[in-house]
């Protein structure tokens, strides 16, 4: 039931990423023109990317690295999630015991280098993105969701995680919500960051290096040019067309239609949703506690994240996850007025103690996911481009391990990470329209289902199950 006050909460929330709507963010570079050529061109300008523009000029200063984006580097996902940068690789320890269990062990260890290797570029290229090593505190909401929390607190110790069960009292001492049952405080796993900041620091650090990055320029084919391959761009107010003859190409485009046709089978783009509050006040504050200013989520199959900023403001996400026939992505679809309203019912139950804060920004952004919900890693053109896709949600920090993944399969070589079973073996495919859209939104429909009938999964829910198709929100 929609709460009275949620229409005036919402009625003066600017209609745009708040990480994205604020004076720190820099001027757009000049889209590319002309003909060019590059060691190495990276296609896209988000994480993914620009981890991987980085880490090639930090091996090799004499690269010549050419990174171009159709928008502006930070602009999709990576300057509209939530900031929460984990050291998983594999969406969750569940998820990556279920799936790799001969090598879960090593993707643990590289997860957390990987959260390391993030603090210390933070560090190094002083990128003032405001990074908390904090850890999340999962919530449970629901009485059946306490079994699963003391389960996946079982498991947590078992791989060596730092984490604590906490009862209804000494989860409310953390955070102080009326829904709480009991929570896991996973201390050691999760940071948090502004990612837009991130983005934009990174874009800094690989210009500093010498990257060349053009800006508002769409990659619109890709062909072999002798012993490369000749990528065509459009871009600019005038639609200036242009060329890049790459010895190699990096694609981390992510969520949008990809380049490679084979993609189309692995990847869904589901578009998710945040909203952010005003600033706390200081008795708003007091009134909510959260002195150790965990992320937070909640353990529903719809679960929501959220999150204070670094100026006390609350990010309040996730729940709907939506997918729209055909694989369409516009940017019509980040604004979804039902989400909005359903999040905002959502987040004054949690916190009823805020009545009367009102919300500043409510955006949508796309991420990409695929049928084990965590990357999946290729080549093509005889090993001349290589990809990184569907990292689902958990990108802040998988994308960094992503770079090292394509890298080392440019490099042609046997590598740790290249005999890796996570990056030799693809997920599951899933099948062309209509039955995509008709898959889905049945899954969509069971999950919900299942959180209302305490967890339990019915038939489609468990044949997924069995298939490896077990899909999440």
């Given at each position: 039931m929609t709460l009275p006050h949620t229409g005036r909460a919402l009625a003066d929330a600017a209609p745009v990423p708040y990480w994205l709507d604020r004076s720190e963010r820099p001027d757009p570079l000049p889209p590319l023109s002309g003909s060019h050529a590059a060691d190495l061109l990276v296609v896209g300008g988000g994480y993914a990317g620009l981890w991987t523009a980085l880490l090639a000029k930090e091996a090799d200063p004499d690269r010549d690295v050419l990174l171009v984006d159709a928008g502006t580097c930070g602009w999709a996902a990576s300057g509209r999630n939530g900031g929460f940068c984990a050291a998983s690789l594999t969406h969750g320890l569940a998820n990556g015991v279920e799936r790799f269990p001969g090598e879960i062990d090593e993707l643990e260890r590289l997860g957390r280098e990987n959260l390391d290797a993030i603090a210390a570029a933070v560090a190094k290229y002083d990128i003032a993105c405001d990074f908390e090593?904090?850890?999340?505190?999962?919530?449970?909401?629901?009485?059946?969701?306490?079994?699963?929390?003391?389960?996946?607190?079982?498991?947590?110790?078992?791989?060596?995680?730092?984490?604590?069960?906490?009862?209804?009292?000494?989860?409310?001492?953390?955070?102080?919500?009326?829904?709480y049952l009991g929570g896991m405080w996973d201390a050691d796993r999760v940071a948090l960051l502004d990612p837009a900041k991130l983005a934009w620091g990174l874009r800094r650090a690989a210009l500093d290096l010498g990257v060349r990055v053009h800006e508002h320029t769409r990659v619109t084919g890709l062909a072999r040019d002798g012993a490369g391959l000749r990528a065509t761009t459009a871009g600019g107010a005038d639609a200036a067309f242009g060329a890049v003859r790459a010895r190699q190409v990096v694609l981390a485009t992510n969520a949008f239609p990809p380049l490679l046709r084979r993609l189309r089978s692995w990847l869904v783009p589901v578009y998710d949703y945040a909203l952010m509050t005003e600033p706390l006040t200081a008795a708003q504050r007091d009134a909510i506690g959260w002195r150790n200013r965990q992320g937070l989520a909640d353990t529903g199959n719809q679960f929501h994240y959220y999150r204070l900023t670094a100026d006390n403001r609350?990010?309040?996400?996730?729940?709907?996850?939506?997918?729209?026939?055909?694989?369409?992505?516009?940017?019509?679809?980040?604004?979804?007025?039902?989400?909005?309203t359903t999040l905002a019912s959502h987040f004054f139950t949690t916190f009823p103690q805020l009545d009367g804060l009102r919300f500043s920004h409510r955006w949508g952004g796309v991420i990409d996911t695929c049928t084990r919900f965590c990357a999946f890693f290729g080549t093509a053109y005889e090993g001349r481009l290589a990809y990184a896709a569907g990292f689902t949600g958990l990108g802040v920090g998988a994308t960094r391990f992503g770079a090292r993944v394509t890298l080392d399969l440019l490099s042609g070589t046997d590598t740790p990470l290249t005999r890796l079973d996570l990056v030799r073996r693809k997920p599951l495919p899933i099948p062309p329209e209509p039955a995509r859209s008709v898959g889905i939104n049945l899954t969509r429909w069971s999950l919900a289902r299942a959180d209302a009938r305490d967890g339990r999964r019915n038939l489609w829910l468990r044949t997924l199950d069995r298939l490896g198709l077990g899909f999440d929100s």
């Open positions: 090593r904090t850890g999340e505190l999962a919530v449970a909401v629901e009485p059946y969701q306490l079994d699963g929390l003391a389960a996946d607190a079982e498991l947590a110790r078992r791989y060596g995680h730092d984490v604590r069960l906490l009862d209804r009292d000494e989860v409310r001492a953390e955070v102080a919500s009326p829904t609350i990010l309040f996400g996730g729940y709907d996850a939506i997918y729209h026939y055909g694989n369409r992505v516009a940017p019509a679809l980040e604004q979804r007025e039902a989400t909005f």
